[in-house]
């Protein structure tokens, strides 16, 4: 019986958490929720959502990084492949030279076989080095992104909302609480300053 009645007051609650959802005004930007608190009073939690996918690909500081990034990327793999088909190029004339019996001992073809294995090797090891390299890259300028967008949050919006949502573990927000365009548009204001 105790249990009834706390399973009964928990879904009332949940009702009233629902009720004053669907109670949202059409044009406000954010939601007021009533919700009862332990001392029986209400108060209102104010929501707001945020489309992270959106603000990432219209914040202006998150396209020139990710544009940074790219250019990285390809300059990367423009490096590995001219220093790949350089190795392709002496793999290929060793195998001419072998062909043609070039090399005056056997002790020489496989000093000059072991010595392009040897390249072939410092290029892998490169090519992984480098690869590393722009991970970290990565991972600063993604963290340089949060970090710009977690600083207007906590100047910003933390004063007008209690609870800030985003899409990452969000099923459903509806439009009423979406100020993604708010804050693209502040956060490249800010950016652009």
């Known amino acids: 019986m105790k249990n009834l009645g706390k399973t009964l007051s928990l879904i009332a609650a949940g009702l009233i958490v629902a009720a004053s959802f669907t109670q949202c005004k059409e044009n406000s930007s954010s939601c007021n929720v009533t919700v009862a608190n332990d001392s029986c009073g209400t108060s209102a939690i104010k929501i707001a959502y945020i489309n992270a996918d ?5 914040y202006n500081l998150a396209k020139e990084l990710n544009e940074e990034m790219l250019k990285q990327q390809e300059s990367m793999r423009a490096n ?10 002496e793999m290929e004339e060793f195998q001419r030279k072998v062909k043609n019996n070039a090399f005056l001992t056997q002790e020489r073809a496989e000093q000059e076989y072991q010595r392009i294995m040897n390249k072939q090797q410092d290029l892998q ?8 390299e722009a991970l970290q890259n990565n991972q600063k300028m993604l963290l340089r992104v949060n970090d710009s967008v977690q600083n207007y949050i906590d100047d910003v919006l933390s004063k007008a909302y209690d609870i800030v949502l985003n899409n990452a573990g ?16 502040a956060l490249n204001a800010r950016y652009n300053k």
């Open 54 to 58: 959106s603000l990432l690909s219209n």
């Open 80 to 89: 590995i492949n001219e220093r790949g088909k350089a190795l392709e190029k």
């Open 125 to 132: 090891e490169y090519a992984q080095k480098l690869e590393v």
């Open 170 to 185: 969000t099923i459903h927000a509806t439009k009423k609480i979406d100020i993604t365009d708010e804050v693209i548009k």
